[in-house]
């Protein structure tokens, strides 16, 4: 992920925080997250000369790329708990 892609995400991510409050993503329709983020989206956009559409897309994109990097991170700390040995249990396996 590019800086300016970082960027983008912690700004929308922030601005998220104080819209969406404490709303549970997996039971709120992502038109409706989407709906209440337009307005950031819509001043990245016109700072970035994009169309709104692009910047959705490239929203959706590094979000998904964010995610991933952040549940392979997991996975790896889990891996080297499960290599350290003593008395815990074995929670991931290749």
């Known amino acids: 992920m590019t800086d300016e892609h970082r960027k983008i995400l912690e700004r929308i991510n922030k601005y998220a925080e104080k819209e969406l409050g404490d ?9 409706f997250q989407l709906e209440k983020l337009k307005p950031v989206m819509q001043e990245i956009a016109a700072e970035k000369g994009m169309a709104l559409e692009d910047l959705f897309i490239l929203y959706m994109d590094i979000q998904s790329e964010a995610s991933c ?10 891996k080297d708990l499960n290599m350290g040995g003593g008395d815990m249990p074995l929670l991931y396996r290749d």
């Open 23 to 31: 709303i549970d993503p997996q039971k709120v329709p992502v038109s």
């Open 69 to 78: 990097a952040s549940d392979q991170k997991l996975q790896d700390q889990l």
